[in-house]
């Protein structure tokens, strides 16, 4: 049998001191990610918005601003469950709302004040010393859309968004078409607009061109090769490097040395580059693919035909941004909202959630100069910003410490560096566009030893040429 002071000397009382908002304003936080979206500007975008409330309230329109965010923050918990987790540690002493007057505040405050906040947040991140952030002197970016967000199947969501056709009938839920521009090295959003399905991605991405200027680069697939809308894109000052369709017919104006062709699309004056990537995996199976890129980087010798085709690649690190959003922060689940209203508010809160954690992730990456933002586990920033806020920890800290929390946990898990390797597509749903094996693609996960990229001169669609081709061999380090 132990002894009393046996007892007493294996117990030990720890006491903690959270700092919040004073009174009713307590529950209105969000963590350490507070420093990020402090009270000021969540009290700035309400002034302009003219959100905020006429009369003290129990709850605040401060405290909905961090409510809706952190229904961003916990997509699997109810109303009560998100509140819950914004109070406890407020040890009883923040009001116990029911689920109407949560959905109340909600309704007050509109998707005003959300989208503003965005806009605020919105911008690229990286500095230019940051790895994979700018070619040459240009910063990299992207378009792309995203139609797999799926909202509650309700007559008023059908009445915006329809139901969208898949390859073995209609979708059993509607889904928003998202289309953002992203900063390629730190994935980080630039702009974003959301609505209908029933548009194209180009029109939605004309919505975001007042977002480019003379600094970057815009990187996009085959989706985004209309001869309009890339003068436009030109018309910003941006440059770009756009991958188009091989049936496509355009003029031979010139021929450089390195393989590529000068043409001309759009009334613009562009460089064509052809090229085949070959790739050879770890158990010997081979395959390829052919590529037509064009770009208005026309000298040939400043940015070489063998640098452009690798650095198209880089376009894919925006899905692995819509992977960090849709999968790692919504968690592939589906919206809240019956009505196109509550839907936009939800959408903006959930894509400052998102730039939130990117900002956070990139002032930490930013105390280790030379470190890749590619390391950093979006995952683990997540998984720690909500046990932050669980604990209302750090959420008046100040800004001196740059990295935080959040950043020292992603920066003592960095992954490893990134390995070339095939990765097998799997398609959960069977409604999917992209259900089909791409031909020749392996169907597992293998480790790439070698890739080639010959560049040619030889335009498919014009006989009359000659091939040049230049071989440009990568053997990945095992």
Not at 117 to 132: E, K, N, R, V
Not at 452 to 457: N, V, Y
Request: hydrophobic share 40%; aromatic share 6%; charged share 20%.
């Amino acid at each position: 049998m132990r002894s009393h002071s046996a007892i007493r000397s294996a117990v030990t009382t720890i006491t903690r001191t959270i700092t919040v908002a004073a009174g009713v304003f307590a529950p209105g936080h969000l963590g350490e990610l507070t420093r990020i979206v402090p009270f000021e500007l969540a009290d700035a975008v309400l002034a302009r918005t003219r959100t905020r409330e006429r009369r003290l309230r129990t709850l605040p329109s401060r405290v909905g601003i961090y409510f809706v965010l952190a229904l961003g923050l916990f997509p699997r918990c109810g109303y009560q469950g998100v509140w819950a987790n914004l109070t406890a540690a407020l040890r009883g002493q923040a009001p116990r709302p029911s689920g109407k007057a949560l959905r109340d505040v909600r309704r007050r405050l509109g998707p005003a004040p959300l989208r503003a906040l965005f806009d605020i947040l919105a911008g690229p991140l990286g500095q230019p010393s940051t790895p994979g952030v700018r070619f040459g002197r240009y910063r990299t970016v992207t378009f792309d859309g995203c139609r797999s967000i799926k909202v509650p199947d309700t007559e008023r969501n059908r009445g915006w968004l329809g139901r969208l056709n898949a390859a073995q009938g209609q979708t059993g839920y509607p889904a928003i078409q998202l289309m953002t521009l992203v900063e390629t090295g730190t994935r980080a959003l630039i702009g974003a607009v959301f609505g209908t399905p029933a548009d194209g991605e180009i029109t939605w991405a004309r919505r975001l061109l007042h977002h480019l200027d003379g600094s970057m680069l815009v990187l996009a697939d085959r989706g985004f090769d209309a001869a309009a809308f890339l003068a436009d894109v030109a018309g910003t000052g941006a440059r770009f490097l756009v991958r188009i369709k091989a049936g496509r017919r355009l003029p031979v104006t010139g021929r450089l040395p390195d393989g590529s062709v000068l043409s001309c699309l759009g009334g613009l004056k562009v460089r064509i580059i052809t090229a085949h990537v070959g790739v050879t995996c770890h158990d010997g199976t081979t395959y390829g693919e052919d590529y037509r890129l064009a770009t208005t980087l026309t000298d040939c010798r400043e940015y070489p035909a063998g640098a452009l085709i690798g650095l198209y690649h880089e376009r894919w690190e925006h899905e692995i941004a819509y992977l960090a959003l849709r999968h790692t922060l919504l968690q592939g689940q589906v919206l809240r909202s019956g009505d196109p209203t509550g839907l936009e508010q939800e959408m903006w809160a959930l894509l400052a959630v998102y730039q939130t954690l990117r900002i956070a992730i990139t002032d930490a990456i930013t105390t280790v100069p030379g470190t890749d933002p590619d390391r950093a586990s979006y995952q683990l920033a997540v998984t720690t910003a909500q046990n932050l806020v669980i604990g209302a920890e750090n959420v008046t800290a100040g800004n001196e410490d740059l990295a935080g929390d959040i950043g020292r946990a992603v920066l003592a898990n960095l992954n490893p560096p990134r390995r070339p390797r095939v990765c097998a597509r799997r398609v959960k749903s069977p409604l999917s566009r992209w259900n089909k094996q791409p031909p020749g693609k392996p169907r597992t996960n293998l480790r790439i030893t070698r890739l080639t990229i010959t560049a040619s001169g030889h335009d498919p669609l014009d006989e009359g040429t000659t091939r040049r081709s230049r071989s440009l061999t990568h053997d990945p380090e095992p």
